[in-house]
């Protein structure tokens, strides 16, 4: 269909099946109006397509092909929750949804899709903070520590099988249990080392234990993300999610806008990390109920990413966060190319549907288009051929009517958003995030001590009492090596001495030259057995006792040994 269509001024009265459709979309309370009903290849702008306020925390998905419009209905829909005083959170893949920040561009096309639909355009921006992962790409700095992004979440992100990932959590366990904080990479990377060292070993044995091959492949894909620059999205201070909630001061309520565009290339990060904001909000917000409007309606876009290769427990705990977050007013709608791209069991949780354009190009595609016609409620349109003719800012909607029911399948062109339909300038965009009341808190990293330095410091303690005994060791040995020297001299004195006492006697008992050349005779036949070897180890241990006894007596100290 063609924007040149004509609208619903000569239309006359509507058909049977136009009227059962806009019966089903009358609303009494407040609501977003999405566009005008599309019947017959004719616009029909008196009949309005509403979504009621009080069901946006219902879910919803936006579904479609590669340029069908899917951005420009996040906009549109974002854009109305503001002025409603609804908080807004979206990510900016491509980052061409920056420009919701500044009034949009008045222009011929903006002009007649309004009268078209019916729609009273005015340019308009609406209050925004923007925040990138880490702070890498424009925006206030969003970090989370590890701890708080649990093992779950960590191992779809490291990429990390089944057994991997219980040891992982093995790992937190542990952390937790011993007061260990890990706030970055380097802590976690810290523990798993220690728990596979020789002093570390024996804490996990009761639980099951750490191999060493798993704590490898662990540390490997830590270091393989840290390489790819994401070490910068784990730290402090870590982001409360509490900001998300906030309304600007006229009341609207803020958009806050997570630019992904510097790292679209790590979709299984950015994804799983706007996972932890709904976890860490669905842990801290308590239970409201039904609400008249939601607490803050959450943009899960290219949806597909995180659920490609997630393990059991993470799809686990992604339905049940989606089945439970809605009694805590929060609205989670997920954007992506088909409804085959989510999980049958978070499908049945989404009430809100706005199907762009599908393409059949292929026998893929044209399965995808049967398995999508399927996930609608029955209707009078042709579905399966409605969704290949849709053109850009056309899609089939269905809703939850204000009692919960859903409504007729309509056929929908699109109003166009009042903002601008593009990136916000660098300049303002820089503007805004420094100007931000929030980048003082969490612009500047913060490194406390965790459990890097406090095992540092334990393996600093035992390094430096290893080095102490060590110490100690040579110093008793160097010690025990002195007094033997002491003794072995004492001994050779004694020795010494005991053969000049033999010389004096000999000289006194021999007299002239035959005694005086016999005393030299014996002389040199006692230097000559004092000199040999045996003697010498003979009399060092003899004498070595002898000289023990000597100064035990002298000092007082011990008995004679007998």
């Not at 409360?240 to 997570?258: F, I, K, M, N, Y």
């Not at 410091?457 to 033997?484: D, F, M, N, S």
């Amino acid at each position: 269909m063609s924007d040149s269509e004509s609208t619903a001024e000569n239309a006359g009265v509507l058909p049977e099946p136009a009227r059962e459709i806009a019966a089903g979309y009358a609303v009494s309370g407040a609501a977003l109006d999405l566009g005008a009903l599309l019947w017959d290849g004719i616009c029909l702008p008196d009949v309005q397509i509403r979504i009621p306020l009080a069901m946006l925390n219902r879910h919803g998905l936006v579904a479609g092909a590669t340029g069908t419009g899917k951005t420009k209905t996040l906009q549109l829909i974002a854009e109305q929750l503001s002025a409603h005083g609804v908080p807004v959170f979206l990510a900016d893949i491509k980052g061409d949804v920056s420009g919701i920040a500044a009034p949009g561009t008045p222009g011929e096309r903006v002009a007649e899709r309004a009268g078209q639909v019916g729609q009273e355009w005015r340019a308009e921006g609406f209050p925004c903070e923007f925040y990138a992962l880490g702070g890498i790409g424009p925006g206030i700095p969003l970090r989370a520590t590890v701890t708080s992004f649990g093992p779950v979440l960590l191992s779809k992100v490291l990429e990390l099988n089944q057994t991997q990932e219980q040891s992982l959590g093995l790992i937190f366990h542990y952390a937790d249990s011993k007061g260990l904080e890990l706030v970055d990479l380097k802590d976690l990377r810290a523990v798993v080392a220690f728990l596979v060292s020789d002093t570390g070993k024996a804490e996990l044995k009761g639980i099951g234990g750490l191999s060493t091959a798993t704590a490898g492949v662990i540390l490997r894909s830590i270091t393989a993300f840290e390489q790819q620059g994401a070490g910068d999205f784990f730290g402090e201070p870590e982001f409360d999610t509490a900001e998300l909630l906030r309304q600007a001061p006229d009341g609207r309520g803020l958009v806050s806008v997570l630019e992904l565009a510097a790292v679209q290339d790590k979709p299984q990060l950015f994804s799983t990390f706007l996972m932890w904001l709904l976890a860490d909000l669905f842990h801290d917000l308590p239970e409201v109920g039904d609400l008249d409007r939601p607490k803050l309606v959450f943009f899960f876009d290219e949806a597909h990413l995180l659920f490609d290769g997630a393990s059991k427990a993470f799809l686990e705990s992604i339905t049940r966060t989606v089945r439970l977050i809605r009694s805590k007013g929060i609205g989670i709608f997920f954007v992506t190319q088909t409804p085959r791209d989510v999980p049958a069991e978070v499908l049945a949780q989404l009430g809100n549907r706005v199907q762009h354009a599908l393409r059949a190009f292929t026998p893929d595609d044209a399965k995808a288009l049967r398995s999508t016609v399927k996930t609608f409620p029955n209707s009078p349109y042709d579905l399966e051929e409605l969704l290949t003719r849709l053109g850009i800012g056309e899609a089939v909607i269905t809703v939850l009517s204000e009692n919960g029911a859903p409504t007729p399948v309509a056929a929908t062109r699109l109003r166009a958003p009042r903002s601008l339909m593009g990136p916000c300038p660098a300049a303002e965009l820089d503007a805004a995030v420094k100007g931000s009341p929030l980048y003082g808190s969490y612009a500047q990293a913060v490194d406390r001590e965790s459990a890097y330095e406090k095992l540092s410091a334990g393996q600093e303690a035992e390094r430096r009492a290893a080095e102490a005994e060590t110490a100690a060791t040579a110093a008793k040995a160097a010690k025990a090596a002195r007094a033997a020297e002491a003794a072995e001299a004492a001994d050779r004195a004694a020795v010494e001495e005991a053969v000049r006492g033999e010389r004096v006697r000999g000289r006194a008992g021999g007299g002239g030259g035959a005694g005086g050349k016999a005393a030299e005779e014996d002389a040199s036949l006692v230097e000559q057995v004092v000199r040999s070897g045996m003697f010498r180890s003979l009399a060092r241990s003899v004498g070595t006792q002898l000289g023990r006894e000597i100064s035990r007596s002298l000092f007082g100290t011990a008995r004679r040994r007998r």
